[in-house]
C-alpha cells in the first residue's frame, strides 16, 4: 500500500489536494480550496490522502466547527471520503476510516458523524459502505439526505440535522437557486461560469448564494453545502454535473 500523507499549512503550497489537480478550468477554484483548508487546518481539521497522484482521501473535523448544518456536540464531521480508480478494494477505505476513528478516541470524541445520500448522492460518500463499516443512520431526511453516526461512546446523544434543512426548500421560489462554497475545488467554476451560461441559455432566473463562513453554512437549507442545487423552491441535486448544458435538461427533467 502507498504511505498516507496529512497535510498542513507546512506542506499543502507544495502538496496536491486529489480533485481536479489537472483541470485547467479550474485552476482557480483549485486554489480557492487550498485557501479554504489554509483556514480550516486552524480549527483541528484533517486532510490525509495517499502518497499518489489519486483520488483517494478522506477529510475531517469537529463537528462543531464543521460546515453543514448539524447539531452534534463532541463528534468528528466526516466531509469528502474518497476511493477511486485502481485503488478500490485494496483495503485504503478501512485505513483512511481508521485514522479518523484513532483520532476521535485520541481527543476523547463521542464518535464519528458524516452525511450521505440515502441513496447515494453525487459527490458524497458512499452510504452503503459506510453502513458496513458499523455506522448507522440516525436521522433522514424527505429531500434525500441521511445522517450517520459511529460511536465510540454508546451512551452518547445521537447527532441530528438542524431545523434549517428539515423541509427540503429554500426561501427562494423562484427560478435555479445554488447555494455553494470552496470545500470542493470544482465548485466555483462550475456555478460561476458552467451553471451562469447553462441558465442564460434557458432564460432561466438564477441566484447564486456563496456560502463565506462556517456560520452560513451551519445555516444554509441544505446539508449539502459543497453544492446544492434548487429549483423553484425545491431541493433538486447536489450534482455539479448539472451545471453543464449537456447535464442540465435530463437531470432536471428527472426530477
Not at 15 to 27: F, L, M, T, V
Not at 76 to 98: E, I, M, R, T
Not at 174 to 184: A, D, E, H, I, Q
Request: charge should be positive; proline fraction near 3%; hydrophobic fraction near 35%.
Amino acid at each position: 500500500m502507498e504511505r498516507i500523507l496529512t497535510l498542513d499549512t507546512s506542506n499543502i503550497d507544495n502538496e496536491h489536494i486529489c480533485c481536479a489537480i489537472s483541470d485547467k478550468k479550474c485552476k482557480d477554484s483549485y486554489e480557492l480550496k487550498k485557501d479554504w483548508l489554509r483556514k480550516e487546518f486552524d480549527n483541528g481539521y484533517f486532510f490525509r490522502r495517499i502518497d499518489a497522484r489519486a483520488k483517494v482521501f478522506i477529510e475531517y473535523g469537529p463537528a462543531e466547527k464543521g460546515w453543514i448544518p448539524i447539531e452534534a456536540s463532541n463528534y468528528l464531521l466526516v466531509n469528502c471520503f474518497w476511493v477511486s480508480g485502481q485503488y478500490k478494494g485494496q483495503g485504503y477505505g478501512k485505513a483512511l476510516l481508521k485514522l479518523a476513528i484513532d483520532d476521535a478516541k485520541e481527543q476523547g470524541k463521542d464518535g464519528l458523524v458524516t452525511v450521505v445520500g440515502t441513496n447515494k448522492f453525487h459527490f458524497m460518500s458512499d452510504t452503503k459502505w459506510l453502513l458496513r463499516q458499523g455506522f448507522d443512520t440516525c436521522e433522514k431526511l424527505a429531500s434525500g439526505f441521511s445522517l450517520l453516526v459511529k460511536k465510540i461512546n454508546p451512551t452518547a446523544n445521537n447527532p441530528k440535522f438542524k431545523d434549517s434543512v428539515e423541509n427540503g426548500e429554500c426561501e427562494d421560489k423562484n427560478g435555479l437557486v445554488v447555494y455553494y462554497s470552496n470545500r470542493c475545488p470544482f465548485s466555483e467554476y462550475h456555478v460561476t461560469t458552467s451553471l451562469k451560461e447553462t441558465a442564460e441559455k434557458r432564460k432561466l432566473p438564477l441566484k447564486l448564494i456563496k456560502l463565506e463562513t462556517m456560520e452560513q453554512a451551519q445555516s444554509a437549507p441544505t446539508p449539502a453545502t459543497i453544492f446544492s442545487l434548487f429549483f423553484n423552491g425545491k431541493f433538486v441535486t447536489t450534482d455539479l454535473g448539472v451545471c453543464m448544458d449537456s447535464r442540465f435538461d435530463k437531470v432536471i427533467e428527472k426530477k
